[in-house]
């Protein structure tokens, strides 16, 4: 059981390596000579991602977002519960699917309000 | 050995992630740190046989308790400049000193038993058992659905317009 878990860390271990491989390899070849280094001003612009910014990129988001958070939040804490009553449907029966019916019912009576609320629109 | 081996390793990249987390001056930066500690977090649960509890801890904490971090995070003014420091500093010194020393005193004075049963893994279908069979805990769960139905409605009161 717990050996599953050290494959896990084994997975960390190699995506760190990985990730610095990558860093590492342009710099040691760069120290090494092999690739030239000239750089002029189109090769440091940065164009991988779309445009140039104009003005600052950290700017203050719409407080709306944490509304979507916050109601992520609960129905990720819902999940906790359905988890582990996924993993033993068979056994639990119909008594386990009628509780889990409540529970989502009771989750679900808060969207329907948000909708009727109109929260669910941007403005 | 390889065990123990596994919990230093979580032990020492907690602690660290939880210095950077008061040391980093850029707040998002100390948010991306505060996450590093809640994976962390989650392999000490791995390492204590309490393998639903991590699945939780990164479900939740590295999923969702993030996402609203960072959220808040997006919403503040000055992210790079990070808490300027007020005069409360040496209120909260003073706070922050009695806690640990009382954390260190409790944790320290208590009696831990330990048990001397293998633990039980996997943990889920017990947990499944208990929370869901028909002698479960049926009506706490229900409760736990009312709590969250309360978080809902607190966020939509929260984002909910002022009348004019």
């Known amino acids: 059981m717990l050996a599953d878990y050290g494959l896990i860390g084994l997975f960390f271990v190699v995506a760190i390596l990985f990730s610095l491989v990558m860093v590492i390899i342009p710099i040691a070849l760069r120290y090494l000579k092999i690739i030239p280094s000239n750089p002029n001003p189109i090769k ?28 992520f939040l609960a129905l990720d804490v819902l999940v906790v519960f359905l988890y582990p009553w996924a993993v033993q449907l068979k056994q639990l029966g119909p008594f386990g699917l009628y509780v889990v019916l409540i529970l989502v019912f009771i989750v ?13 629109e941007w403005k | ?36 500690c809640f994976i962390a977090v989650a392999g000490i649960y791995v390492t204590l046989s309490a393998d639903f509890l991590a699945a939780v801890q990164i479900l939740v904490y590295v999923g969702a308790i993030s996402v609203l971090i960072i959220l808040g995070v997006m919403m503040t003014r000055e992210v ?22 009382i954390l260190v005193y409790v944790v320290t004075s208590t009696p831990w038993g330990i048990s001397t049963q293998d633990p039980l893994t996997p943990t889920t279908m ?3 058992t208990k929370l869901f069979s028909e002698n479960g805990f049926i009506l706490p769960v229900e409760i736990g659905a009312v709590l969250l139905l309360a978080a809902i409605l607190g966020a939509i009161v929260i984002i909910r317009e002022k009348k004019k």
Request: aromatic share 18%; with cysteine; charged share 10%.
């Open chain 1, 44 to 71: 440091e612009s940065i164009f991988e991602c779309g445009m140039e910014t104009t003005g600052k990129t950290w700017v203050q988001f719409n407080f709306h977002y944490y509304f979507y958070a916050l109601v």
């Open chain 2, 80 to 101: 790079q400049k990070g808490n300027p420091v007020n005069k409360m500093r040496l209120p909260a010194a003073i706070v922050a000193v009695v806690l640990l020393g």
């Open chain 2, 1 to 36: 050995m390889g065990l123990e081996f596994a919990f230093w390793i979580m032990a020492v990249v907690m602690v660290g992630a939880a210095f950077a987390v008061l040391y980093l001056r850029n707040v998002f930066h100390a948010a991306l740190a505060l996450v590093l």
């Open chain 1, 108 to 120: 679900f009576v808060g969207y329907i309000y948000a909708w009727k609320k109109k929260a669910l």
């Open chain 2, 126 to 128: 017990p947990l499944a």
